[in-house]
């Protein structure tokens, strides 16, 4: 017995000393490799936010110590992670711009690895011989962290107009749809967490219109699904998980409902819809806040090295995050549970009886997605207005966040509504998800934006876009 407790009281000081050296060898690492918060954007009245001009700074993601990667952002005169650009321009120039959010930017990749000036190499570097040894290409990046589709439309004419750019690659992901009716955003609760102001422009459908809408294409057998689901919760705080098999059949059903036909009528009832852009309302206590905040935690500066905290509770949520992963690889139904609690939280209708009212945090999923049609209608009418080219590029389904089925669902009305309406379109997701099946990653594990794989995928999709849609010609002016 007193020779089990020596060995047990060995292993057991071995796995101490063991942790103690990982927690000072994490610890020296992390003094090592310090992370940066930023204050990076400045309040703009037209569009909401942009980032700081003129501004040099060390991103490091948001995570207290430096975990995944470390770039310098440099930004121009205008507020954009780019190089200076002028209006004027040379015979032989040919002008693209990539617009969105924080994918664009591409803030966790260096500048050269950005999916604009991997496009702009290309295009410099793979000339058709036909075209005039002189020509050149200029592809600017006016992305913009966190911003919606009706904010790249507002960026389009404040700032992308005057540049006069021949095509306009605007970049899509779930979360873009959802900011459209969303008035708020994490830069001024991360400064304040009792401060969700009124900063983002917010896009508005005059009228009583929806219901028109709705009658032309609704997805009633998907919200009457998630009724039932939250019944069966309200009832016995569980409810009976769908096989994937069934799943995936709800899913095509739905899709099935999407036709040319409908999203044909559906673009001809928005056109006769008119439209207004509100806010920011908050405007000038944006601007106070953020004042207050330089001034207060960060020492008049915009920039200022994170707090060290314990590496070994790090390293355990880590594991324990690991963990988790690991159980719903063995058990699959973990996941479908982690599904249909992000349907019901998201898209279960508040009122049972009124399926299309929208749940308690979220507008209805169709009305969301009729504003950003109405807005990117508008947005392709401004491109054409000064001769560009509205070219949507879509990575919904590769970069689900609040379920599969919407995802699906917005990528294909997506899809139809370019189709119709002859606006160029690129499913990105499917080559990202090519890629991620083939056991490549495009994307960071912790942060989740974009690495240097993904750039460069988006990069080659815009790129490839132009070649087979026949622009070497025509962009050889």
């Not at 499913?427 to 990653?441: C, F, I, R, T, V």
């Amino acid at each position: 017995m007193v020779k089990i407790l020596k060995i047990l009281l060995a292993q057991i000081l071995t796995l101490v000393i063991f942790l103690i050296i990982i927690a000072v060898a994490g610890q020296i690492y992390t003094f090592s490799n310090p992370s940066y918060e930023n204050l990076d954007v400045i309040p703009d009245r037209q569009i909401g936010w942009r980032l700081v001009p003129d501004s040099l700074f060390t991103y490091t993601g948001t995570h207290w110590y430096k975990r995944e990667f470390k770039t310098q952002i440099k930004t121009n005169s205008l507020g954009f992670r780019d190089k200076e650009r002028t209006i004027e321009k040379q015979k032989n120039l040919t002008r693209l711009v990539v617009i969105g959010d924080s994918f664009v930017v591409a803030r966790e990749v260096p500048f050269d690895k950005t999916p604009s000036q991997l496009l702009e190499r290309y295009l410099n570097e793979g000339k058709p011989e036909s075209s005039s040894k002189n020509s050149t290409y200029e592809v600017l990046n006016f992305g913009v962290t966190g911003f919606s589709i009706p904010q790249s439309l507002l960026t389009n004419r404040v700032y992308v107009k005057g540049f006069s750019p021949r095509y306009v690659f605007l970049f899509i992901f779930e979360d873009t749809f959802w900011r459209a009716i969303s008035f708020s955003h994490a830069i001024t609760s991360t400064m304040n967490q009792n401060k969700q102001l009124h900063i983002r422009p917010t896009f508005n459908l005059q009228g009583n219109q929806f219901l028109s809408l709705l009658k032309i294409l609704n997805f009633r057998k998907f919200h009457q699904f998630l009724v039932l689901k939250q019944l069966e919760k309200s009832e016995s705080n569980s409810f009976t998980l769908p096989l994937e098999k069934e799943y995936v059949e709800l899913i095509e059903q739905q899709r099935s409902l999407i036709t040319k036909d409908k999203i044909t009528k559906i673009s001809k009832k928005l056109q006769e819809i008119a439209w207004e852009i509100s806010g920011p309302n908050d405007f000038g206590k944006f601007v106070s806040l953020q004042n207050q905040v330089i001034n207060s935690k960060f020492n008049g500066q915009r920039t200022k090295q994170r707090e060290q905290k314990p590496f070994i509770l790090d390293l355990w949520q880590k594991l324990s995050s690991s963990f988790q992963i690991l159980r719903r690889t063995f058990k699959p139904e973990l996941k479908m549970k982690d599904e249909m609690e992000k349907l019901l939280s998201v898209f279960a209708p508040k009122r049972p009886r009124d399926l299309f009212d929208g749940s308690n945090n979220f507008p209805n999923f169709e009305k969301t997605v009729f504003v950003n049609l109405k807005a990117i209608e508008v947005m392709r009418n401004d491109i054409d207005s000064y001769g560009g080219n509205l070219v949507i590029v879509d990575s919904i389904p590769n970069r689900i966040q609040k379920g599969r089925l919407p995802a699906n669902l917005s990528s294909t009305i997506l899809e139809y509504y370019c189709s119709v309406n002859n606006i160029g379109y690129i499913p990105l997701y499917k080559d990202l998800n090519l890629a991620n099946s083939s056991g490549k990653k495009t994307s960071w594990s912790f942060d989740g934006h974009f690495n240097e794989l993904g750039t460069k995928i988006f990069a080659e999709a815009m790129y490839r876009w132009l070649q087979n849609n026949g622009t070497d010609r025509a962009l050889s002016n």
